[in-house]
């Protein structure tokens, strides 16, 4: 069955980086774009971008241009989203999404709780 | 940025009854080629991540029961719930993803009255 299993929480303190890795198994990982969105605690959802884990390509919500790096290890079926000059609000949860091609994300991650704070 | 805007914010439905939620679109989200509007519906429940329950504005995703529909094409388009259960209390989200930046609308929260 399709999964995709996120890294455990992590505290880390204003101005640091972030590194949330994102687990894809039961599907071919270079076949699928994967997207993460993010929730600030209380909030909506957020889209930040996504990553092609065939070609390593990527596109950003204009916001996170400079602070946001995504990533793939093709041999462990893994992405990695990483977010740099981290604010206060940047806590929330980030969940990684695997995109079926015209439907929208049809299974997510579930969740990794990132708190900023000093 | 296609900006989705959702209505209510919230509603209180009776067992058995019907909920709608309204999502309006700045922009069309019409695929011209395929005929097919690029608007999903997600179900988040307290502590869990979203879940599909629409894509293509009206077609249910695999195991979704049937008392969930959707409607709509263009830039409005409706969640139908038909005959609330318990298990159907959550907040509604509608997304386009005919452009990036994907976009979400604010969420409905569904309640029991």
């Known amino acids: 069955q399709v999964q995709l299993v996120q890294s455990g929480g992590e505290v880390a303190k204003p101005g640091a980086s972030v590194k949330v890795s994102c687990k894809a198994s039961?599907?071919?990982?270079?076949?699928?774009?994967i997207h993460w969105v993010r929730q600030a605690p209380g909030q909506g959802l957020e889209w930040m971008g996504w990553?092609?884990?065939?070609?390593?390509?990527?596109k950003f919500a204009q916001k996170f241009q400079g602070r946001l790096t995504m990533t793939r290890d093709t041999s462990i079926s893994t992405v990695y989203m990483d977010l740099t000059m981290l604010r206060s609000d940047d806590t929330a949860v980030y969940y990684c999404?695997?995109?079926?091609?015209?439907?929208?994300?049809?299974?997510w991650g579930q969740g990794t709780l990132v708190t900023v704070s000093s | 940025d296609i900006v989705m805007t959702q209505s209510p914010d919230s509603l209180a439905v009776s067992l058995g009854e019907r909920a709608t939620i309204n999502c309006k679109s700045s922009?069309?989200?019409?695929?011209?080629?395929?005929?097919?509007?690029?608007l999903a519906w997600y179900q988040q429940k307290s502590g869990q991540p979203p879940k599909q329950l629409i894509y293509?504005?009206?077609t249910r995703q695999s195991g979704v029961p049937d008392r969930f529909s959707g409607s709509g094409s263009e830039t409005d388009f409706t969640l139908t719930i038909n005959s609330l259960q318990a298990e159907d209390v959550a907040v509604y989200y509608c997304?386009?993803?005919?452009?990036?930046?994907?976009?979400f609308g604010r969420g409905t929260r569904v309640e029991i009255k």
């Open positions: 999404a695997r995109d079926f091609p015209g439907r929208g994300s049809d299974y």
């Open positions: 039961g599907f071919t990982f270079t076949s699928y774009y």
């Open positions: 990553i092609s884990p065939n070609s390593g390509g990527t």
């Open positions: 922009q069309s989200v019409l695929y011209s080629s395929n005929n097919k509007n690029y």
């Open positions: 293509w504005a009206s």
């Open positions: 997304q386009q993803y005919y452009v990036v930046p994907w976009t």
